[in-house]
């Protein structure tokens, strides 16, 4: 009787071969998680380029700011669900620089304006839900500016 090496669910391409084996006792993961690796991290890669050069594009347009915010909540969850802590502080620098940007901005046709009651909530929808992803990564410092964020955006309200 042939007795199979592989277990049901594997896939079948990968063969258990002794360099396989050896890379497994050595470096303590099997073949499955070095493939898994190999093609999984290009395309987190690939996401997170998308997300970051999708929001530096629609960053201080009123017409796309809905969708901006999405995206923007969208990247956090990307971060919490990939663990990817130092993207998530590069992402709430990005997310804060934009902010600054609509601040300085303000008087450009197309700008975002905060004065708005549905912009500035769309704002403060975005920082809350940043401020939950920071304190589930546990982010502290991340979560602390994103509260300065936040105060801030309130004092603009209540202008």
Request: glycine share 2%.
């Amino acid at each position: 009787a042939v007795v199979s090496t592989q277990s049901t669910g594997d896939d079948l391409d990968m063969e258990y071969t002794p360099e396989n084996r050896m890379l497994a006792t050595v470096s303590g993961e099997d073949s499955q998680d070095r493939a898994d690796r190999t093609v999984l991290t290009p395309w987190v890669k690939f996401l997170w380029e998308v997300y970051r050069h999708v929001l530096d594009i629609l960053k201080n347009n009123n017409k796309v700011e809905k969708l901006y915010q999405d995206i923007a909540q969208m990247a956090f969850n990307f971060c919490i669900k990939y663990e990817r802590k130092a993207e998530f502080r590069k992402l709430s620098d990005s997310v804060r620089n934009h902010l600054n940007l609509v601040i300085k901005h303000s008087h450009q046709t197309n700008s975002v304006n905060l004065n708005d009651p549905v912009s500035l909530q769309l704002h403060l929808d975005t920082r809350l839900h940043q401020l939950d992803c920071a304190i589930n990564i546990n982010l502290w410092q991340e979560a602390i500016k994103t509260i300065h964020d936040i105060h801030s955006l309130m004092q603009l309200r209540d202008r």
